[in-house]
């Protein structure tokens, strides 16, 4: 079953560092593909907490989004976003399609 991993943006500390993660957190992507579904384009908050912004990644299954996430790639990227952000970031495994 496809796995969606979803980062939420809450709000910005240091642009700068924002700047460093996005660099990093491209290049990690190689190798695992992620299809990116949704990438902090026009949003609304209908419930809950403000939030500056949102991806959403699609991966094949659970054990991709892992594999993806605990590369040591996204984690030295993931260094810099927690440096520059606070972010709420879920894995949640989808339904198979109709």
């Known amino acids: 079953m496809p796995a969606y ?11 700068e560092e924002m700047q460093r993660y996005s660099e990093k957190a ?9 299809q990116p579904l949704a990438f902090y384009g026009d949003f609304e908050v209908l419930e809950g907490s403000a939030m500056e912004g949102a991806v959403i990644l699609r991966f094949p299954d659970m054990a991709a989004a892992r ?6 790639a996204y ?10 952000a606070d972010y709420r970031v879920f894995l949640v495994e989808g339904i198979e399609e109709v």
């Open 75 to 84: 984690q030295e990227a993931r260094k810099h976003r927690f440096l520059g």
């Open 26 to 34: 491209k290049a990690a992507r190689e190798g695992h593909d992620p």
């Open 5 to 15: 991993i979803v980062l939420t943006r809450e709000h910005t500390h240091d642009s």
């Open 67 to 72: 594999a993806w996430y605990q590369s040591p």
